[in-house]
């Protein structure tokens, strides 16, 4: 699988203590989530979720939205509640919408990350990333600077800071990178876009099998809060959302690949299916892709 990135080319839900901050027509908002701990959501031409937690000591922030404009927006929102310093700032993996704010967190303490989400920002493989962005069109583009992480680790780190104990682990799944947080003290899981809620997954730097197996080591802690990557947060079901659907994906296409189908039959026959099965889910466009991911991944591991 180390060569695989040239395919690309239970719960009750928890309820929401407070929501505040309506900053725009596509509904910024901050959600605290549980004591201490928030969520920013929605915002100008992104949905990815940004994570902050207040300590008696500092602020510690997970992931810092598509541009500048966005990170400055989730520091107000952190000056609003509180004027302690920003210690931590944590990427969950190197996709733009999670890390193309960095540069307002830079000087605020380290900004930590799994050692390849530095090697995919920085020069230009950095530049490459950030130009595929700025072809979308998403305002305030232009403003970001690729900042990686400056401080790296490779399987796991455990943060101790003003009460809480934060773990923080890589498994690879939806990139070659990922990393979640588990903060004990809050039975929270932080999850990146190993879990994304109501919404088709990205999938063009995923490794399905590892993805699957990723849903299993999540599942093995004791959490009653999961915040996604995108969507809304709360408990065991967002994770059970996300394990069915790749379960069911690697299913489908393992069934079409049995049946000597092509790629093409293949995304014919298991489209229609998502496409009702998950017509509530946000970016249904991306499923003849993610079909197209697994299908070759399954295709090469039959072949080995």
């Excluded at 072809?135 to 009460?163: A, C, L, Q, Y």
């Excluded at 994906?249 to 299916?273: C, F, H, W, Y």
């Amino acid at each position: 699988m180390a060569g695989f990135k040239w395919l690309a080319g239970a719960g009750l839900f928890i309820s929401f203590l407070a929501v505040s901050g309506l900053c725009s027509a596509e509904s910024f908002k901050t959600v605290e989530v549980w004591k201490n701990l928030f969520t920013v959501t929605n915002g100008d031409g992104v949905d990815s979720n940004t994570t902050f937690l207040i300590t008696r000591d500092g602020v510690v922030v997970v992931d810092t939205r598509v541009t500048p404009n966005e990170a400055k927006k989730v520091l107000a929102e952190i000056r609003k509640r509180t004027d302690l310093p920003i210690l931590y700032t944590i990427n969950t993996h190197y996709h733009g919408d999670h890390t193309f704010g960095n540069q307002v967190f830079e000087g605020s303490g380290p900004i930590i990350a799994h050692e390849s989400v530095r090697k995919n920002l920085f020069g230009d493989l950095g530049k490459g990333h950030l130009e595929s962005f700025k072809s979308r069109n998403i305002p305030g583009m232009d403003e970001t600077v690729v900042t990686p992480p400056n401080m790296v680790f490779k399987d796991e780190m455990e943060i101790f800071v003003g009460g809480y104990n934060l773990r923080l682990m890589h498994v690879r799944g939806h990139t070659d990178g990922d990393v979640f947080i588990y903060i004990d003290q809050l039975k929270t899981l932080i999850t990146g876009d190993l879990v994304v809620y109501r919404n088709v997954p990205s999938m063009r730097d995923a490794y399905v099998e590892e993805w699957i197996s990723a849903m299993d080591v999540l599942s093995d802690f004791d959490a009653e809060i999961y915040i996604p990557g995108h969507g809304e947060s709360g408990g065991k079901p967002v994770l059970i959302a996300m394990k069915h659907y790749l379960l069911k994906l690697k299913e489908m296409v393992l069934n079409q690949l049995g049946n000597g189908k092509s790629l093409k039959e293949t995304q014919d026959a298991i489209r229609p299916v998502f496409m009702e099965k998950f017509k509530n889910w946000k970016n249904l466009d991306r499923l003849d892709a993610n079909i197209q991911r697994a299908y070759l991944e399954y295709s090469l591991k039959q072949g080995s």
